[in-house]
């Protein structure tokens, strides 16, 4: 425990008594919601206006994949503009958020399954920063992120999110970014402005997904793959899914789940999200 002495110095006043900080999964979809106000943007700052503030943030995003596992943890990471295409005001946006060296290390250190490399070259990439300068426009929220090892398969990551479960105690709001079906090859983009759109098969995922997600039967979206013959379309690599397993690992015997954001777009996107707590 003497380990973990920074750690309770820096939530200092928040003992594990007090709040227990929801844990959510957010679809975040194209990153131009990051400066769009549309009805999800709105339904990311509706929530960071319902949930209690946290001392910290730490996304797990779609957009950090590895070799091993790593924490951001530099004073003050960069925006990260991961993307093309996009008008310039897109990559003009910066979210200046603080880092936090310590949580980073004392994260770190919760984590017994594998060593994990503390990251002073990242950043927050759009899976973070799309979503999160909605939620805290002030930026006044130290934002830190860990990475996703692309060489592991899921249930690894389900039972490395686990070992997080204690910092949902002590301040952190902990957030997958990803998309539960997100198939960008088979985007209809003459159809992505419509309010809702999807192809049968997508239609279909979604639907089990959140049928799996209420009924607590995690083990099921673990091995996805097997759920339907629609599974490899909805999930053709899993680097979006897996901050879903992130979320849901840290899910309570008790804890209820709320989806928001319930709609898919482009024919072969979902923006469905989960609050759990």
């Known amino acids: ?40 943007s709105q339904n990311w700052a509706k929530m960071g206006k319902e949930i209690p503030k946290p001392k910290a943030v730490l996304v797990i995003s779609a957009h950090w994949l590895t070799r091993g596992t790593h924490i951001t943890a530099m004073n003050n990471p960069k925006t990260i503009h991961d993307f093309g295409g996009f008008p310039q005001a897109l990559f003009d946006v910066q979210y200046p958020a603080k880092g936090n060296p310590e949580l980073a290390a004392e994260t770190a250190k919760l984590i017994h399954s594998t060593d994990v490399g503390l990251d002073h070259d990242w950043g927050l990439d759009h899976g973070t920063w799309t979503v999160v300068r909605h939620m805290y426009p002030d930026a006044d929220i130290p934002v830190l992120q860990l990475s996703i090892d692309y060489n592991k398969p899921a249930q690894y990551h389900y039972d490395l999110a686990k070992q997080i479960a204690l910092l949902r105690k002590k301040g952190v709001l902990i957030i997958g970014s990803g998309n539960m079906v997100h198939n960008l090859r088979m985007v209809d983009w003459k159809k992505l402005r419509e309010p809702e759109y999807g192809f049968d098969w997508a239609i279909e995922m979604n639907d089990i997904f959140k049928q799996k997600i209420e009924n607590r039967d995690h083990k099921a979206l673990i091995d996805y793959e097997n759920l339907s013959k629609a599974s490899k379309l909805a999930v053709p690599t899993p680097d979006h899914y897996y901050p879903m397993l992130y979320s849901l690992a840290l899910q309570d015997n008790q804890e209820d789940t709320t989806f928001f954001n319930d709609k898919l777009v482009g024919g072969s996107l979902n923006m469905t999200s989960v609050k759990i707590g």
């Not at 110095?9 to 008594?17: A, S």
């Open 1 to 40: 425990m003497a380990s973990l002495q920074p750690f309770y110095n820096w939530t200092q006043g928040l003992n594990e008594e007090d709040i227990k900080h929801p844990v959510l999964f957010i679809g975040h979809g194209s990153p131009m919601n990051g400066i769009e106000d549309n009805e999800f």
